[in-house]
């Protein structure tokens, strides 16, 4: 249930595959791969090979610029370059029976459009720190994990499971089906964060800073739980109110 491959592989962040063969090549082989760049207005036979392949995957294709690969690799790219991933992704319909089964207490974090690679390091970081089983992030609008997320999080991206899916909302309901209470942390409410009871198997929602938790997710949510704020500053980072969030929950807990 680990993420951890070999210490060496946090050197290998910017490694890329160049070229549209290569790249299918590396998709077929089951290669772990961060993100996909596809130059703007890219088409083409073997391109439309690769799109067909990727749709029972869960890698994400942009469409960039062709200055942005340039700017990557002088290689010949024929338009595409794959960023390998640092870490094996899995999959959350895997990791929650294996909990129950452990007699543990499911505590998941699910990470709605935060894409600041550094406020992703720090949030694994407390996550690794206070037990989170697991932290989920959408296929789109998530922080790559590269160098700066690894450094940030001091390593514990190579600890804590990281699973990637699709739609987050069809998550949150899987997961409500495997018992588990959705607690959206948002400033929509007048309930503050110690109202949810975090004994009970709990997957705890976090929003991006500038959008905050889509109304998607909001309206799916058991609890909607609040910071208090006192200061002239309305808000705080994503990843201190992470670290806030998370310990009313294992104190709850006693731990």
Do not use: W
Not at 105 to 113: A, E, Q, T
Not at 180 to 205: H, R, S, W
Not at 211 to 232: F, Q, T, W, Y
Request: neutral net charge; charged residues 20%; glycine residues 6%.
């Amino acid at each position: 249930m680990d993420n951890f491959r070999r210490p060496q592989r946090a050197k290998e962040n910017n490694e890329f595959i160049f070229g549209i063969r290569a790249v299918i090549e590396a998709v077929k082989a089951g290669r772990d791969i961060e993100t996909i760049y596809q130059q703007r207005g890219l088409g083409g036979e073997l391109f439309l090979e690769l799109k067909a392949l990727l749709k029972d995957t869960l890698i994400p294709l942009n469409s960039v610029p062709v200055e942005k690969l340039n700017r990557m690799s002088q290689k010949n790219h024929q338009g595409v370059i794959a960023v390998i991933s640092p870490i094996t992704y899995q999959n959350i319909e895997d990791i929650i029976p294996t909990i129950f089964e452990k007699g543990e207490v499911p505590l998941i974090l699910v990470l709605d459009s935060v894409t600041d690679v550094r406020n992703m390091g720090a949030i694994a970081r407390t996550a690794a720190c206070v037990g989170v089983h697991a932290i989920v992030v959408p296929l789109k609008n998530a922080a790559q994990i590269n160098a700066d997320a690894i450094k940030t999080s001091a390593g514990a991206l190579f600890s804590i499971p990281i699973c990637r899916h699709a739609n987050l909302h069809k998550t949150c309901l899987f997961l409500q089906e495997s018992g588990l209470q959705i607690v959206a942390c948002t400033e929509k409410t007048n309930d503050f964060i110690y109202a949810p009871d975090y004994t009970m198997p709990t997957a705890i929602v976090m929003g991006s800073e500038d959008e905050g938790i889509s109304n998607e997710l909001l309206r799916v949510a058991d609890h909607l739980a609040k910071i208090p704020m006192a200061g002239k500053i309305e808000s705080l980072n994503v990843s201190v109110a992470a670290g806030v969030i998370l310990y009313e929950a294992i104190r709850q807990r006693g731990m």
